[in-house]
């Protein structure tokens, strides 16, 4: 979250629609938004850790097919990401992915 007073430049109301508007006609995304939801809740326990650990968050979108996640969606603002950026978005990724098609996580929906 950034605030006004941290003296950075702000992204303009027109470049973030027009931005999510070319996201969202992607040939890609279009055909998954049919059965894309946002701000998928999840929440795990992860036992296999040497102590288990409690896991809360949001998955930025789920593509369900047959009510089951297919393909999860995780929204990046990084304009030119580095390697190490993209190295732990793709974690991220693996690990949420992992546990939803594990069933190890569940949602609540609203």
């Known amino acids: 979250m950034v605030d006004r007073e941290d003296e950075v430049d702000l992204p303009e109301a027109e470049e973030i629609a027009s931005t ?6 992607l040939p890609e995304i279009a055909a998954l938004r049919p059965g894309l939801v ?3 809740p999840i929440y795990a326990l992860l036992a296999d850790a040497s102590e288990p650990t409690a896991l809360a968050g949001r998955i930025d979108a789920v593509a369900l ?5 297919s393909v999860v969606l995780d929204w990046k603002s990084d304009i ?4 190490e950026d993209m190295r732990i978005h793709a974690g991220v990724m693996s690990e949420e992915t992992r546990l939803k098609r594990a069933g190890w996580a569940s949602s609540v929906e609203g």
């Open 38 to 40: 946002p701000e998928w």
């Open 20 to 25: 999510a508007w070319r996201t969202l006609h």
């Open 80 to 83: 030119a990401p580095t390697e």
């Open 65 to 69: 097919d047959e009510g089951r996640a």
